[in-house]
């Protein structure tokens, strides 16, 4: 195992994630030296001093640069947490008068409930002890998963870990399978409440508001159901007319004064739905972190595109390309597609290849580009879309148009993929090839 794996974008002179403070602690917790730990995340030891003595004092967050002062200072804090442990007080705001009288300070019981919340404080006021903050059965933060994982980089085992930090082992498995696989280092999102009617659904509707002519929304409702089969009812049907425009009484939908149809003015969206071309991709520069094989000939990329946090691409290179020649290398990245799920994991953009029937070469970006650098084409300006309609088949369009040259420069349309100042993409052997 590499000493680095996700840890890419823990360089010198930035901002510590919380995630990456909890790694520096994971590994002080682990009897790492100051040396070691700075030498296996690739840090100035300084920094590594300083998170760990922030630890001690109880701070596990970057501290605010500007901004709205504190209310409390640290002296304030730790007077606060004598009161609330030693008394047994039978309300807040009496342990906050009480506080008031011990310190000086001058704060509501607003701010003194939300100081000891943030110092882990739980429960009646009158019972209040210290929890820990890393508990059985709560959601861990990204301060914790980082300790976790510090202590995974420092060869401690499951067992170890969980004994050390006093987490489940399970959870503690969970986090660092999920940080191998693809650089994850966050809570994901919970399901939330699902949409009762699809896309298709809704060009349904719209189609049944605009072409026929019923009395009322509860008919509509009735004919939209005979025609999509959804079963929903007939609110969900106004509240998702208004949400699409339609106003009015049901039987004049989709006319004017005089009984004549409206005619739609074309918007600026339907335009750029007529006008497909390659500046509606989001073309950008790459660089490959981690590359992990994955079972049924799949690859795993954690791929840096210039943003907060690197992307996981799923790919079908591994016949083509080994997996060690992807480790550490740049692409051209698709960053625009609709992500997709393969296996439980998402896949969020699409490394760009020279392609036949038997060989596949990774597009080289020119020579000093960087990560998050864009792909431009003289000729062909505007801003690509947020996000690639696969129902309107952009991408597939444009891609009938990409192409090596003779020089075996990446095109469109005899427009090479260029990166401004920087030079053109190329293949490394292979010429005249289509792009996908």
Same mark, same amino acid.
């Given at each position: 195992?590499?000493?680095?794996?996700?840890?890419?974008?823990?360089?010198?002179?930035?901002?510590?994630?919380?995630?990456?403070?909890?790694?520096?602690?994971?590994?002080?917790?682990?009897?790492?030296?100051?040396?070691?730990?700075?030498?296996?995340?690739?840090?100035?030891?300084?920094?590594?001093?300083?998170?760990?003595?922030?630890?001690?004092?109880?701070?596990?967050?970057?501290?605010?640069?500007?901004?709205?002062?504190?209310?409390?200072?640290?002296?304030?804090?730790?007077?606060?947490?004598?009161?609330?442990?030693?008394?047994?007080?039978?309300? +807040?705001?009496?342990?906050?008068?009480?506080?008031? /009288? =011990?310190?000086?300070?001058?704060?509501?019981?607003?701010? =003194?409930?939300?100081?000891?919340?943030?110092?882990?404080?739980?429960?009646?006021?009158?019972?209040?002890?210290?929890?820990?903050? +890393?508990?059985?059965?709560?959601?861990?933060?990204?301060?914790? $998963?980082?300790?976790?994982?510090?202590?995974?980089?420092?060869?401690?085992?499951?067992?170890?870990?969980?004994?050390?930090?006093?987490?489940?082992?399970?959870?503690?498995?969970?986090? #660092?399978?999920?940080?191998?696989?693809?650089? #994850?280092?966050?809570?994901?999102?919970?399901?939330?409440?699902?949409?009762?009617?699809?896309?298709?659904?809704?060009?349904?509707?719209?189609?049944?508001?605009?072409?026929?002519?019923?009395?009322?929304?509860?008919?509509?409702?009735?004919?939209?159901?005979?025609?999509?089969?959804?079963?929903?009812?007939?609110?969900?049907?106004?509240?998702?007319?208004?949400?699409?425009?339609?106003?009015?009484? =049901?039987?004049?939908?989709?006319?004017?004064?005089?009984?004549?149809?409206?005619?739609?003015?074309?918007?600026?969206? /339907?335009?750029?739905?007529?006008?497909? @071309?390659?500046? $509606?991709? @989001?073309?950008?520069?790459?660089? #490959?972190?981690?590359?992990?094989?994955?079972? @049924?000939?799949?690859?795993?990329?954690? %791929?840096?595109?210039?943003?907060?946090?690197?992307?996981?691409?799923?790919?079908?290179?591994?016949?083509?390309?080994?997996?060690?020649?992807?480790?550490?290398? +740049?692409?051209?990245?698709?960053?625009?597609?609709?992500? %997709?799920?393969?296996?439980?994991?998402?896949?969020?953009?699409?490394?760009?290849?020279?392609?036949?029937? @038997?060989?596949?070469?990774?597009?080289?970006?020119?020579?000093?580009?960087?990560?998050?650098?864009? #792909?431009?084409?003289?000729?062909?300006?505007?801003?690509?879309?947020?996000?690639?309609?696969?129902?309107?088949? %952009?991408?597939?369009?444009?891609?009938?148009?990409?192409?090596?040259?003779?020089?075996?420069?990446?095109?469109?349309?005899?427009?090479?993929?260029?990166?401004?100042?920087?030079?053109?993409?190329?293949?490394?052997?292979?010429?005249?090839?289509?792009?996908?």
């Amino acid at each position: 195992m590499s000493s680095l794996h996700n840890s890419a974008g823990m360089g010198r002179g930035e901002e510590l994630s919380d995630f990456q403070r909890g790694t520096v602690i994971g590994c002080h917790l682990s009897k790492k030296s100051l040396r070691e730990i700075s030498a296996l995340l690739n840090l100035p030891r300084s920094t590594v001093r300083y998170v760990i003595l922030q630890w001690k004092r109880g701070v596990t967050t970057a501290l605010p640069r500007s901004g709205r002062p504190q209310k409390l200072r640290e002296e304030d804090r730790q007077a606060l947490e004598k009161v609330a442990l030693e008394t047994r007080l039978p309300s +807040m705001k009496a342990l906050t008068s009480e506080f008031q /009288s =011990v310190s000086g300070a001058n704060v509501s019981s607003g701010t =003194v409930r939300r100081e000891l919340h943030a110092m882990g404080f739980r429960g009646r006021v009158s019972t209040y002890s210290k929890s820990k903050g +890393m508990g059985r059965g709560e959601e861990l933060s990204d301060f914790q $998963r980082g300790t976790v994982v510090g202590c995974h980089l420092c060869n401690k085992s499951v067992r170890e870990i969980a004994a050390l930090l006093n987490l489940p082992r399970s959870t503690v498995s969970s986090v #660092i399978l999920k940080w191998k696989r693809g650089g #994850i280092t966050t809570a994901l999102p919970r399901s939330g409440r699902p949409h009762k009617l699809k896309e298709e659904d809704r060009q349904a509707l719209e189609k049944v508001a605009l072409e026929t002519r019923l009395p009322s929304i509860k008919a509509l409702a009735s004919e939209f159901q005979s025609v999509s089969g959804a079963s929903v009812s007939f609110r969900t049907v106004r509240r998702e007319l208004q949400t699409m425009g339609f106003r009015g009484r =049901v039987s004049k939908y989709g006319k004017g004064k005089g009984g004549k149809k409206v005619e739609k003015k074309p918007t600026a969206s /339907s335009q750029q739905d007529a006008m497909v @071309d390659v500046s $509606r991709l @989001d073309l950008r520069v790459g660089h #490959i972190i981690t590359a992990l094989q994955l079972p @049924d000939s799949d690859n795993l990329y954690v %791929v840096d595109v210039g943003e907060v946090s690197p992307r996981t691409v799923i790919g079908k290179l591994a016949k083509h390309i080994p997996v060690d020649q992807m480790q550490n290398r +740049m692409v051209v990245l698709l960053c625009n597609l609709r992500p %997709v799920t393969v296996r439980g994991m998402v896949s969020t953009a699409m490394v760009l290849c020279a392609s036949s029937s @038997d060989k596949v070469e990774i597009l080289d970006p020119p020579g000093g580009a960087v990560p998050g650098d864009r #792909i431009i084409f003289q000729g062909f300006p505007g801003e690509p879309d947020k996000e690639l309609n696969p129902k309107k088949k %952009v991408w597939e369009q444009i891609q009938a148009d990409l192409r090596t040259d003779g020089q075996f420069v990446a095109t469109y349309k005899g427009a090479a993929f260029e990166v401004a100042g920087k030079g053109v993409c190329k293949a490394k052997t292979m010429s005249n090839s289509e792009i996908k």
